[in-house]
């Protein structure tokens, strides 16, 4: 037999088997650190929504709460707000604000998302009474009013028209984030709360987001 097939045969067996682990443990480290930039948490996460990438500031407004406090872009800063347009006296307000509650009740799993979401209404309607009716049904629940050019310049910023096209219609919700109030997600009407409430905690999750909205 040759010499150099008798030093082949002849290698110790403990670095070859040492070379053959480290190659293995390489291979899963790259095949890993690949899966981690193409999957991992940098990746924005898959909604049944429509997200907005880049997410949009909204512009500045003034509306009016229940209790004749003015309201503006600040006050949405630093919070998680859905945000809905519809009038109040039509069958699709009711159902605006009993779809708003129902999200917010789905993320009772995640009360400390459910603790810092807000669920804003805005309605060109001029019924006070009956918009803190609809306020007592959730504490997160805000309703504003103010004058309807005023309402209808922040909902086209948004990229809708208001109230619905008839007042039976669920009006689209909004999800408004960051320490700038930025639109980063739109729910359209035929999505169900369940998903909403899905939507918004896998945002909530995402890095991305979720050091902008606690950037205080």
């Given at each position: 037999m040759p010499a150099a097939a008798n030093r082949r045969r002849n290698r110790p067996l403990l670095p070859?088997?040492?070379?053959?682990?480290a190659a293995v443990g390489l291979f899963v480290l790259g095949y890993q650190w690949g899966n981690q930039i193409q999957f991992g948490k940098d990746r924005a996460p898959a909604i049944d929504g429509v997200m907005i990438r880049p997410?949009?500031?909204?512009p500045d407004f003034v509306l009016t709460t229940t209790s004749g406090e003015s309201f503006g872009?600040?006050?949405?800063?630093?919070?998680w707000t859905?945000?809905?347009?519809?009038s109040l006296g039509?069958?699709?307000?009711?159902?605006?604000?009993?779809?708003?509650?129902e999200v917010y009740n789905r993320l009772a799993?995640?009360?400390?998302?459910?603790?810092?979401l807000s669920l804003?209404?805005?309605?060109?309607d001029s019924a006070p009474a009956l918009a803190r009716d609809f306020e007592r049904l959730s504490p997160a629940i805000t309703i504003l009013g103010g004058d309807a050019q005023e309402i209808r310049r922040l909902a086209q910023a948004l990229g809708t028209d208001t109230p619905a096209s008839t007042p039976q219609d669920l009006p689209p919700l909004f999800l408004i984030t960051g320490a700038n109030a930025r639109l980063v997600a739109l729910f359209p009407p035929a999505q169900s709360p369940a998903r909403i409430a899905a939507d918004v905690a896998a945002l909530a999750a995402w890095p991305d987001?979720?050091?902008d909205a606690d950037n205080r």
């Amino acid at each position: 037999m040759p010499a150099a097939a008798n030093r082949r045969r002849n290698r110790p067996l403990l670095p070859r088997l040492i070379m053959a682990v480290a190659a293995v443990g390489l291979f899963v480290l790259g095949y890993q650190w690949g899966n981690q930039i193409q999957f991992g948490k940098d990746r924005a996460p898959a909604i049944d929504g429509v997200m907005i990438r880049p997410a949009v500031p909204l512009p500045d407004f003034v509306l009016t709460t229940t209790s004749g406090e003015s309201f503006g872009r600040p006050d949405l800063a630093d919070r998680w707000t859905l945000m809905a347009f519809t009038s109040l006296g039509g069958a699709g307000g009711h159902r605006s604000v009993a779809r708003l509650i129902e999200v917010y009740n789905r993320l009772a799993d995640a009360p400390d998302l459910q603790r810092r979401l807000s669920l804003t209404l805005i309605s060109p309607d001029s019924a006070p009474a009956l918009a803190r009716d609809f306020e007592r049904l959730s504490p997160a629940i805000t309703i504003l009013g103010g004058d309807a050019q005023e309402i209808r310049r922040l909902a086209q910023a948004l990229g809708t028209d208001t109230p619905a096209s008839t007042p039976q219609d669920l009006p689209p919700l909004f999800l408004i984030t960051g320490a700038n109030a930025r639109l980063v997600a739109l729910f359209p009407p035929a999505q169900s709360p369940a998903r909403i409430a899905a939507d918004v905690a896998a945002l909530a999750a995402w890095p991305d987001l979720s050091a902008d909205a606690d950037n205080r």
